[in-house]
Nanobody, 124 residues
Framework: QVQLVESGGGLVQAGGSLRLSCAAS????????MGWFRQAPGKEREFVAA????????YYADSVKGRFTISRDNAKNTVYLQMNVLKPEDTAVYYC?????????????????WGQGTQVTVSS
């Protein structure tokens, strides 16, 4: 069982930056591909970014490409989401998730473990 704890959310003005962190309890963290998803009020959860086990390959939703960067530190059992040039439409609860697959994916059903989420609010 992998426990994931997100942190780093908060309130920021449009154009600002935030860095989310997700700490995993699992010592074999490097055995998991990781992803970030988000859910805005009244909307379905959507894919944001993913990273493979080694950190060498990343994937992004078109809506965040060029603004967000996913990375991981396997020595610290942590995955990050650096969010720059934030927009009001980025406002959502952000979740990290772990998949036993080798590669990251945008498909929710491939992720077996989920964090509790952290709120990101971008004011205009």
């Amino acid at each position: 069982q992998v426990q994931l704890v997100e942190s780093g959310g908060g309130l920021v003005q449009a154009g600002g930056s935030l860095r989310l962190s997700c700490a995993a309890s699992e010592r074999t963290f490097s055995n998991y591909a990781m992803g970030w998803f988000r859910q805005a009020p009244g909307k379905e959860r959507e894919f944001v970014a993913a990273i493979n086990r080694s950190g060498g390959t990343t994937y992004y939703a078109d809506s965040v490409k060029g603004r967000f960067t996913i990375s991981r530190d396997n020595a610290k059992n942590t995955v990050y989401l650096q969010m720059n040039v934030l927009k009001p439409e980025d406002t959502a609860v952000y979740y990290c998730a772990a998949s036993s697959g080798i590669a990251g994916s945008s498909l929710e059903y491939l992720y077996h473990y989920w964090g509790q989420g952290t709120q990101v609010t971008v004011s205009s």
